[in-house]
């Protein structure tokens, strides 16, 4: 399956940014996904994770209450939906299909092996 991720932009602090994920050239239902960030000079971060139908999901607690995943097989598109950004949001965010079944909902990056190409994010104060 190939990724692409969209959706980013410069917004002010207290903002909303919803940010896609669109898959094609596989079975997007099979797949548990995941959303990714990288700041400049930091690790790639976990953020959040959604299982193949949707039905549970798993944020991490610096983004818990702000960000909410979700997907939409029939469009096999994923969404990261963030509500009151703040500047340590900023950073390239990254959707991703987990390696096996096994990893779903895994916080590891290397537990995910098909990545899209992420977009940027910045908030400013």
């Known amino acids: 399956v190939q990724l692409q991720a969209y959706g980013g932009g410069l917004v002010q602090a207290g903002d909303s940014l919803r940010l896609s994920c669109a898959a094609s050239g596989g079975t997007f239902s099979s797949y548990c996904m995941g959303w990714f960030r990288q700041a400049p000079g930091k690790e790639r971060e976990f953020v959040a994770a959604?299982?193949?139908?949707?039905?549970?999901?798993y944020v991490s607690d610096s983004v818990k209450g702000r960000f909410t995943i979700s997907r939409d097989n029939a469009k096999n598109t994923m969404t990261l939906q963030m509500n009151n950004l703040k500047t340590e949001d900023t950073a390239v965010y990254y959707c991703?299909?987990?390696?096996?079944?096994?990893?779903?909902?895994?916080?590891?990056?290397?537990?995910?092996?098909?990545w899209g190409q992420g977009t940027q994010v910045t908030v400013s104060s």
């Open positions: 959604i299982d193949w139908r949707g039905d549970s999901t």
């Open positions: 991703a299909a987990a390696r096996l079944s096994v990893y779903c909902m895994a916080r590891n990056p290397k537990n995910y092996n098909r």
